[in-house]
């Protein structure tokens, strides 16, 4: 396992990190060698592993499908609830992640949405490093 990043020889450490779309973290994972890919530390997470296995639904960790909102009468629909990630994480139920290779305007479009809401634990990570970095 990889202590150090090649380049710069400091300890690399990974920091794996779930929100809401408030901003407020629902569950981290921190401490793997950085030399790990993000999708082999997921796998190995509790939180992965229980996604993974549908285990989180049955228990009710996950909410049910919900109308969205200002649509209380549900006319559209229910929506699922949904981790999103990016390439490193494979596609489950319920971890939605960017389309690749060859996309079509719908595709591109569900990527550039997925990436909105990628932005969000990205902000998350900013505000954190930033406050670290004052104290």
């Not at 939180?47 to 969205?68: D, N």
């Not at 990630?85 to 690749?100: E, I, Q, R, T, V």
Request: glycine share 12%; with cysteine; aromatic share 10%.
């Amino acid at each position: 396992r990889q202590l150090h990043d090649k380049l710069s020889c400091w300890p690399s450490v990974v920091l794996l990190a779930v929100c809401d779309a408030d901003y407020v973290i629902r569950h981290f994972n921190v401490g793997s060698f950085g030399g790990r890919s993000d999708g082999g530390i997921w796998s190995e997470d509790r939180l992965g592993r229980g996604l993974a296995s549908g285990e989180l639904r049955e228990q009710g960790f996950i909410p049910a499908a919900e109308p969205l909102p200002g649509d209380e009468e549900g006319r559209l629909g229910t929506v699922n609830h949904y981790v999103v990630g990016d390439d490193a994480f494979k596609l489950l139920p319920h971890c939605m992640k960017p389309y690749s290779g060859k996309v079509s305007k719908t595709m591109r479009t569900t990527n550039y949405r997925l990436s909105r809401g990628r932005m969000t634990i990205e902000c998350v990570f900013w505000s954190f490093c930033h406050d670290v970095g004052e104290s």
